[in-house]
């Protein structure tokens, strides 16, 4: 499967998710601080809620309902309640389009 064209990067807020979905894969892509895109699972591992309804706070993505952040870059919660990662995309910047594959996750070391 190839990378899927899932927004504008000009749509995207900083320090803001966005809720897309790619064949079925819900994931919150996110415009950090820094200026890098990440889209990572949408659905909260303790509580099955969208994180894209959450909060960014520099690099992380906090559940709105439990408080639990995971990190944008390896998916890990840094906080209970969530103990399990969720998956994290690899995203591609073509000019103005943001891609992303939703077969192929980066490695969470």
Request: proline share 6%; hydrophobic share 40%; with cysteine.
């Amino acid at each position: 499967m190839s990378a899927t064209r899932i927004c504008a990067l000009s749509e995207l807020e900083q320090d803001a998710a966005l809720r897309v979905e790619v064949d079925g894969v819900p994931m919150a892509v996110v415009l950090d601080g820094n200026g890098e895109v990440h889209a990572i699972g949408d659905t909260c591992t303790h509580g099955e809620v969208s994180l894209a309804e959450g909060f960014v706070d520099g690099d992380t993505l906090e559940c709105w309902a439990h408080g639990s952040a995971f990190s944008l870059t390896t998916g890990h919660p840094l906080n209970l309640p969530a103990y399990e990662p969720v998956p994290v995309y690899v995203v591609t910047i073509e000019g103005d389009d943001v891609l992303v594959d939703p077969t192929v996750t980066r490695p969470t070391n």
